[in-house]
């Protein structure tokens, strides 16, 4: 009950700060914004959070092999990465920055690119480092030179981990990153610049997509529309414009803060621009833990209906947001206890509201655990089938409509010339692959994919079903 009473608290204070609460006015769908790959296909992103492993891992690299990548893309097709990066290994001391870490990470998105991933890398961050214990064991992250507790308290003793987001240290760690307490202006212009080392070395790299720039940020003592529109707005300009320094055409992921908008709770995030020439290539990234799941219950009966009430209240408020950015979306978290009743019913309706969205997911983690799509033992969880589906890898158009079923797939959009589109088909369901309603179908039987080229303009209704 303690993290309960917590999360309610804690949503209290940030409805509080932030003045608003959700509301389920019908939103407006996205404007046509869409992730595109290099020849302009609207990409429909479909992968893992890999991996928290690397959160504590000396290397800052996730425990996992190529032959687990080459197992997910046979269990489930995903073609994409949320790839979790760490600012102490970019930047292990001030103006320093280690490439032989990045060439690390760089082996990593050669894998991942050779079997036709796209790759975003996350700056992650959880209680903002490892600095804020003496013995390293409370968040991750933040190198310790940039970590600054003024002496406050940290107490590790806590029910759940969360709550030490809210311990006087952490909270001061915050305040001086975001130069809240104006003693250190320093430390948002070096992570702009350690972003701006990481983007120098990936921008030609075709696998990799873009750069996530903070993972869930928590404003310390400054919270919701002041933080979201403050400083986290001034960060996001300020590394925007070191990355573009060095990088016009990778997509820069903006996420709002993780507390309230998690759960469903309205972002105050600003427009932020893109100065690159030509349209801009900012997403928004947000994540997605539904508030009763989050207090203990399970997707069942009672709960089943009250998450389903904050699924609209996330949808509505993404899209909202979305369109404030002028941006697409894409879901960089969600996941739960694969063990749970109701949770394979949880996943399918997540990835069911993110198809109608056109927005990519990313699911967490990829890490061997109850939650992933392959327990500590290896063996598979009911991730596996929930998560295996047909979907539309890329769209030679802007997508109207994509719905997905265990033996069919439609996919409704504005073709534009830009390529033939290439849609995912998992053994369940497909076993000898699919057949198109229109076009001319290919089927590429070891990736699993069929390439369908339809005419270049005008509306199509392409309908997949089992060949
Ligand atoms: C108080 N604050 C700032 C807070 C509380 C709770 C979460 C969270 O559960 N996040 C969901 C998942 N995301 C991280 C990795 O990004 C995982 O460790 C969490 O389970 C985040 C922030």
């Given at each position: 009950?303690?993290?309960?009473?917590?999360?309610?608290?804690?949503?209290?204070?940030?409805v509080?700060?932030?003045?608003?609460?959700?509301t389920?006015?019908?939103a407006?769908?996205?404007?046509?914004?869409?992730?595109?790959?290099?020849?302009?296909?609207?990409?429909?992103?479909?992968?893992?959070n890999?991996?928290?492993?690397?959160?504590?891992?000396?290397?800052?690299?996730?425990?996992?092999?190529?032959?687990?990548?080459?197992?997910?893309?046979?269990?489930?097709?995903?073609?994409?990465v949320?790839?979790?990066?760490m600012?102490?290994?970019?930047?292990?001391?001030?103006g320093?920055?280690?490439?032989?870490?990045?060439?690390?990470?760089?082996e990593w998105?050669r894998?991942?690119?050779?079997?036709?991933?796209?790759?975003m890398?996350?700056?992650h961050?959880?209680v903002w480092?490892?600095?804020?214990?003496p013995?390293?064991?409370?968040g991750n992250?933040?190198?310790t030179?940039?970590?600054?507790?003024?002496g406050?308290?940290v107490?590790?003793?806590?029910?759940?981990?969360?709550?030490?987001?809210l311990?006087?240290?952490v909270?001061?760690?915050?305040?001086?990153?975001?130069?809240?307490?104006?003693?250190?202006?320093?430390?948002m212009?070096?992570?702009?610049k350690?972003?701006?080392?990481?983007?120098?070395?990936?921008?030609?790299?075709?696998?990799?997509?873009?750069?996530?720039l903070?993972?869930?940020?928590?404003?310390?003592s400054v919270?919701?529309?002041?933080?979201?529109?403050?400083?986290l707005a001034?960060?996001?300009?300020t590394?925007?414009?070191?990355?573009?320094?060095v990088?016009?055409?990778?997509w820069i992921?903006?996420?709002?803060q993780?507390?309230?908008?998690?759960?469903?709770?309205?972002?105050?995030?600003?427009?932020?621009?893109?100065?690159?020439?030509?349209?801009?290539?900012?997403a928004?990234?947000p994540?997605?833990?539904?508030?009763?799941l989050?207090?203990?219950d399970?997707?069942?009966?009672?709960?089943?209906?009250?998450?389903d009430?904050?699924?609209?209240?996330w949808r509505?408020n993404v899209?909202r947001?979305?369109?404030?950015?002028?941006a697409?979306?894409?879901?960089?978290?969600?996941g739960?206890d694969?063990?749970?009743?109701?949770a394979?019913?949880?996943?399918?309706?997540?990835?069911r509201l993110?198809?109608?969205?056109g927005a990519?997911?990313?699911?967490?983690?990829?890490d061997?655990?109850?939650?992933g799509?392959y327990d500590?033992?290896?063996?598979?969880?009911?991730l596996v089938g929930?998560?295996?589906?047909p979907?539309?890898?890329a769209?030679?158009?802007?997508?109207?409509?994509i719905?997905?079923e265990?033996r069919s797939?439609?996919?409704t959009f504005?073709?534009?010339?830009?390529?033939p589109?290439?849609?995912?088909?998992?053994?369940?369901?497909?076993?000898?692959?699919?057949?198109?309603s229109?076009?001319?179908a290919t089927?590429d039987a070891?990736?699993?994919?069929?390439?369908?080229?339809t005419?270049?303009?005008?509306?199509?209704?392409?309908?997949?079903?089992?060949a």
């Open positions: 009950m303690k993290r309960a009473r917590w999360i309610v608290s804690l949503a209290a204070l940030v509080l700060a932030g003045g608003v609460a959700a389920t006015r019908s407006p769908q996205p404007g046509g914004r869409f992730i595109t790959d290099e020849q302009g296909r609207t990409l429909i992103l479909r992968g893992f890999t991996a928290s492993s690397a959160k504590g891992a000396p290397d800052a690299l996730p425990e996992l092999t190529k032959a687990d990548i080459d197992r997910e893309y046979r269990d489930m097709g995903t073609n994409f949320r790839f979790l990066i600012w102490r290994a970019v930047e292990p001391q001030p320093t920055y280690d490439t032989k870490y990045l060439d690390k990470v760089a998105v894998w991942y690119g050779e079997r036709g991933y796209h790759v890398l996350d700056m961050q959880d480092g490892s600095g804020v214990t013995a390293g064991t409370a992250g933040a190198p030179w940039a970590t600054y507790l003024d406050l308290p107490d590790t003793d806590q029910p759940t981990w969360e709550m030490l987001y311990e006087p240290g909270i001061r760690a915050f305040d001086n990153f975001w130069n809240t307490t104006g003693e250190h202006p320093e430390l212009d070096h992570y702009a350690a972003w701006k080392a990481v983007a120098a070395r990936f921008k030609d790299d075709p696998a990799v997509l873009g750069y996530d903070m993972n869930e940020p928590w404003g310390g919270q919701g529309p002041q933080f979201e529109t403050g400083p001034t960060l996001y300009r590394t925007i414009s070191e990355i573009r320094s990088d016009s055409d990778s992921f903006l996420e709002p993780a507390v309230g908008v998690n759960w469903g709770l309205p972002s105050a995030l600003p427009y932020v621009d893109d100065p690159r020439s030509g349209p801009p290539r900012i928004y990234a994540h997605l833990y539904p508030l009763p989050d207090l203990g399970d997707y069942t009966a009672g709960s089943k209906d009250w998450t009430r904050t699924l609209g209240w509505d899209l947001t979305a369109d404030r950015l002028d697409p979306v894409l879901l960089g978290e969600f739960l694969m063990t749970r009743p109701g394979s019913d949880l996943v399918d309706r997540v990835v993110s198809e109608r969205a990519g997911v990313a699911y967490w983690s990829r061997p655990w109850s939650w799509p500590e033992s290896g063996t598979a969880t009911p929930v998560y295996a589906r979907y539309p890898r769209i030679g158009g802007v997508p109207v409509d719905r997905s265990a797939l439609t996919v504005d073709a534009n010339g830009t390529g589109t290439e849609i995912y088909l998992p053994a369940a369901g497909f076993p000898d692959g699919g057949r198109a229109e076009g001319e089927w070891a990736r699993r994919v069929l390439t369908v080229r005419k270049t303009s005008g509306r199509v209704t392409l309908t997949i079903t089992p």
